[in-house]
């Protein structure tokens, strides 16, 4: 397994700015992943970022609001940019380490847009 | 638009076997079967893993048919811990493109 850690845990942002989330990983790994948790519902793939080459997203989220970074094989960041209130979600980071179907994941970072 | 569907909720008491089913008939050829648990304000935990048949932890079961389009997930006399949403996590494929999905998950809740 591994432990993942994110910063910030929450915030409360204003609509039409940006917030960056880190996920640092206690080992290091080739692949992870960014997901969105709206309140009481599934989990959302928002894109792959594996080191050493350029995020891939899923239908629906684009880079221009959805950049990520992932400098090494131990970190990452997800920006999450011009936000508005539709925004506010649970954003999870989580590493493959069996594969991309055997995950784990961090806490989770609960933001709020007014 | 392939799907991956669980029941929205179950209730059982302790001591008594849970069994969730997860639909996903467009899953793709090669790929592993993962259930996961998630307690409110955590991350997804990972449970048990498989690709056919049965595969049995130390926590779980999982039963899977010969055609892979569902999968069942069996918990051993459940205990007051056991509440939280449970997750099914496939590789589905759609219109020729694969495709990462988790299913809608299932809110358990165990009662005394």
């Known amino acids: 397994s591994a432990v993942i850690s994110q910063k910030p845990s929450r915030d409360i942002c204003q609509r039409g700015t940006s917030l960056t989330i880190q996920c640092q990983v206690d080992s290091q790994v080739t692949m992870m992943f960014w997901y969105r948790q709206q309140p009481g519902q599934s989990l959302t793939l928002i894109a792959t970022?594996?080191?050493?080459?350029?995020?891939?997203?899923e239908s629906g989220f684009v880079i221009d609001k959805f950049p990520i970074s992932r400098p090494n094989l131990t970190f990452s960041t997800l920006t999450v940019s011009n936000m508005s209130p539709e925004d506010s979600s649970i954003y999870l980071c989580?590493?493959?380490?069996?594969?991309?179907?055997?995950?784990?994941f961090g806490p989770g970072t609960r933001l709020t847009v007014l | 638009l392939a799907k991956t569907t669980q029941p929205i909720s179950m209730d059982s008491y302790e001591g008594q076997e849970v069994n969730i089913t997860c639909s996903h008939n467009n899953i793709a050829t090669n790929d592993y079967i993962t259930w996961y648990q998630q307690f409110p304000s955590q991350g997804p935990r990972f449970i048990i893993q498989?690709?056919?048949t049965k595969v049995t932890n130390e926590v779980a079961s999982l039963f899977i048919p010969a055609d892979r389009k569902s999968s069942t997930l069996s918990l051993p006399r459940v205990s007051l811990s056991d509440t939280a949403v449970y997750y099914c996590l496939v590789t589905l494929m759609n219109t020729g493109f694969q495709k990462l999905v988790f299913g809608t998950g299932t809110r358990l809740l165990v009662s005394p």
């Open positions: 989580s590493v493959g380490l069996g594969g991309t179907d055997t995950q784990y």
């Open positions: 498989g690709y056919k």
């Open positions: 970022a594996n080191q050493g080459s350029e995020a891939t997203y």
